[in-house]
């Protein structure tokens, strides 16, 4: 009853969008007044956190060394157990609780190296973390461990289902580095692994080292803002240089009237990295394996060859086999069906976009044939004309204060949760502040977040959420959960608040969709509770809750204009952005699938000529539109080399899903409190101890489905 009340109050609130704008501004600004208050006062412990906050750099790498000292001792002691001596007590319990324990003690040395406004403390959580990840790496190679795990898991003497799925990850983790292999084969194993990161790391290297510019007139570059121009260095005959970076090359590729820049720059762009081969040669450069790297074809050819010896040597087919068969998507097989299926279902949609693009063309430069690289710059033109947004004008809707605000009430509400700011914590920096998540029925303190999300030299440049501390059970006792949200965002512009662009908007809310699945998660052991799910499944909550922006009733929440925070975005605005989204939306898709189903083959194949095979599916999935000539496919596809290889699906995968759980149980009624908790106690509590397909299975009441997605895109032109 007494939930039933409070359920009922939350839900009158949410009408209220006004007034609610009202009530988080005023609970902002107590916020800061507080804030100043307290400032000199001793500093407030926070219970069940064992983050340390703000160590100086001689204490991160003691602390440091400390932790991999206890870490050896534990696994010296489980190697010590006799095999036929073994049991849940002496093996796992071990590991489990030493991970728990130690992980927000790891995070401690860590994190400072993000944010941290002192470079010797970054550089000594830097080298902290160096010496830990050299620990860690060692331990999975431990064999005298992984034979102890190993024995325990034949004895099938499972505790719980938790304990099974956690003991045969130890046991996966071990076999995934070699250790059932020949010590031979381990070898080659190692050797395989250390080619393939050199080669990842020439590339990116490479891709940050390629200062290739190119020179245009101002004619030339005739639609392009005076700003971007200013930007520009000059030479001396008064041409502008353009770097191949994509500050430069997508505002070209969107903006510049001038087909032919469009085109030079698109195919320059597409074929980075294939540097200059004869200054490099000059270099003798012994190692064939670095000449190899200066034509992309060639190296991503040879880290290909390098992946799928490696997988065959574990015992899998191809390496997209090894690299999916942990994932919600389980084989490569699984992934084409799906990657076939949506790209099918965009086809008429995608088709109606196209045509409208090639009219446009038409109209504006007559019969030159419609490429690949007229996409952004047609696209972002229909849309103006369509749309008449001004992101300019929306962006004054959304003070960062107000956003937050709004975004902490649609959690909170959604899911049941109460935020509090624990005032006088202590911080790593002034703008840092501190809160504590509550259950809102039980009160139960769930655990904490901290939120950094204002630029300041020095600090990590991206958005993201980093786990503290991990939810866990040691000797029956919970650990709660602790999080860290950081950004990059403008917290003044000439004294006023900070605004926020709506991308910002959307990024900011689906961030906090990571941060309360961190919170939510009840998993047992830290290893499952912690935001490394499975990457098929992790993205779900935070891409479904993106939706939220694009619904006026939830997009008055977290929006307000600057100057009078009463007013929230109207419907027509609303509207617009969420037109603007889905249009053109199917060619983008489609685009994208190009990339993960050629990602998928050559995966999957051996000896695949890419170009070839490049072109055929570029015809093929874009509509007839033929690849870019010049340009080298795995060039414009940097992610290739860099940690996504045969995963490039999982992006397209989780929004799918996302989009079945959001028509299924949100679209009619986005505050639905009732599925908001069903899907934190289905979905965000069981973390990684439960199969994905299972939970999802579990909430939906049946399998997850691609229909909905379908069905949405059929409709966006
Ligand atoms: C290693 O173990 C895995 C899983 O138990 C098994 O599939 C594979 O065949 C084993 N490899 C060797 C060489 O024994
Ligand atoms: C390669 O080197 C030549 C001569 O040094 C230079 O003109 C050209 O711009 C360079 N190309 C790239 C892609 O760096
Ligand atoms: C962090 O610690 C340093 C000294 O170790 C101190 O000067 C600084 O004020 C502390 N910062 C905060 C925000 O507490
Ligand atoms: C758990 O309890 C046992 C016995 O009370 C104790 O020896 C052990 O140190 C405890 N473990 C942790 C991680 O606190
Ligand atoms: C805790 O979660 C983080 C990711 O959120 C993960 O990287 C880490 O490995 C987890 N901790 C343990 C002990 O597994
Ligand atoms: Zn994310």
Not at 76 to 81: K, L, P, Q, W, Y
Not at 132 to 156: M, P, Q
Request: proline share 3%; hydrophobic share 40%.
């Amino acid at each position: 009853m007494e939930i039933e009340r409070k359920r009922r109050e939350r839900r009158n609130l949410i009408v209220l969008t006004g007034a609610a704008a009202v009530l988080a501004v005023a609970v902002n600004f107590a916020f800061t007044a507080l804030n100043t208050h307290i400032k000199n006062r001793k500093k407030k412990v926070v219970p069940g956190s064992n983050v340390r906050i703000n160590l100086s750099a001689s204490e991160i790498l003691r602390l440091a060394d400390h932790i991999v000292a206890k870490s050896k001792e534990v696994h010296d002691t489980i190697a010590s157990v006799p095999l036929d001596k073994v049991t849940y007590s002496n093996t796992i319990l071990p590991l489990v609780e030493l991970e728990a324990q130690q992980f927000p003690l790891i995070q401690s040395c860590a994190f400072p190296k993000l944010v941290s406004a002192s470079e010797d403390i970054r550089k000594a959580s830097t080298e902290a973390e160096r010496r830990i990840d050299a620990h860690v790496s060692g331990c999975s190679k431990r064999e005298d461990v992984y034979r102890v795990i190993k024995a325990f898991t034949a004895r099938g003497d499972w505790m719980s289902s938790e304990v099974k799925r956690f003991a045969q990850y130890l046991v996966q983790d071990f076999e995934r580095n070699g250790l059932n292999l020949t010590s031979t084969k381990r070898e080659e194993l190692q050797r395989l692994r250390a080619q393939i990161d050199e080669l990842s790391m020439r590339y990116i290297r490479n891709l940050n080292d390629d200062n290739t510019f190119l020179l245009f007139h101002d004619m030339e570059l005739v639609g392009l803002p005076p700003e971007f121009l200013k930007s520009l260095e000059k030479t001396e005959n008064g041409k502008f240089k353009v770097v191949l970076r994509s500050h430069h090359v997508s505002p070209i590729l969107e903006l510049c009237k001038v087909g032919s820049t469009r085109k030079s720059v698109a195919v320059d762009y597409g074929r980075r990295c294939e540097v200059n081969l004869s200054v490099l040669e000059k270099l003798e450069v012994e190692d064939c394996l670095f000449k190899v790297l200066l034509g992309f074809p060639l190296n991503c050819k040879i880290s290909i060859q390098l992946r799928h010896k490696l997988a065959r040597l574990l015992g899998y087919s191809n390496y997209a086999e090894y690299a999916i068969d942990r994932r919600m998507a389980k084989s490569s097989t699984k992934v084409f069906e799906f990657l076939e299926k949506i790209s099918g279902s965009l086809t008429e949609s995608a088709s109606k976009e196209l045509s409208l693009l090639k009219e446009m063309k038409r109209k504006e430069e007559g019969q030159i044939p419609f490429g690949i690289e007229d996409l952004p710059y047609y696209v972002k033109k229909i849309k103006e004309q369509q749309f008449g947004l001004d992101f300019g004008v929306v962006k004054q809707y959304f003070p960062i204060n107000l956003v937050l605000s709004g975004i902490f009430k649609i959690c909170q509400d959604l899911f049941g949760l109460r935020f509090e700011e624990v005032v006088g914590a202590e911080v790593w920096h002034q703008d840092v502040q501190l809160f504590s998540v509550f259950d809102l029925s039980s009160g139960e303190l769930m655990g904490y977040f901290y939120i950094d999300i204002y630029s300041r030299e020095g600090k990590y440049g991206h958005t993201c959420v980093v786990s503290l501390q991990n939810g866990s059970w040691i000797n029956s006792t919970r650990q709660i959960p602790v999080a860290l949200l950081i950004s990059q965002l403008q917290k003044e512009v000439d004294g006023r608040p900070g605004l926020l662009r709506f991308s910002e908007v959307v990024n900011l809310l689906h961030e906090f969709g990571h941060v309360v699945h961190h919170i939510c998660n009840r998993a047992p052991f830290a290893r499952f509770s912690g935001l490394r799910l499975d990457p098929d499944f992790v993205e779900i909550p935070s891409l479904l809750l993106e939706k939220w922006c694009y619904e006026s009733s939830s997009l008055k929440l977290i929006s307000g204009f600057h100057q009078d925070i009463t007013k929230p975005i109207d419907d027509e605005m609303c509207k617009s952005l969420k037109r603007w989204w889905c249009s053109f939306s199917a060619l983008k898709l489609k685009q994208e699938i190009l990339y993960c189903l050629f990602d998928q083959i050559i995966h999957s194949s051996e000896n695949v000529d890419m170009i070839g095979l490049f072109k055929h599916l570029h015809s093929k999935v874009m509509l007839g539109l033929p690849m870019l000539e010049g340009t080298n496919p795995a060039s414009c596809f940097p992610r290739t080399a860099i940690g996504y290889e045969a995963t490039c699906y999982s992006r397209i995968w989780s929004e799918v899903f996302a989009a079945d759980i959001f028509a299924m149980k949100f679209r009619d009624d986005i505050f639905n409190q009732n599925a908001g908790m069903h899907l934190r106690n289905k979905v965000l509590a069981p973390g990684g101890a439960k199969d994905p397909l299972e939970i999802l299975s579990d909430f939906l009441g049946r399998e997850p489905s691609i229909q909905a997605f379908v069905d949405s895109k059929a409709h966006s032109v």
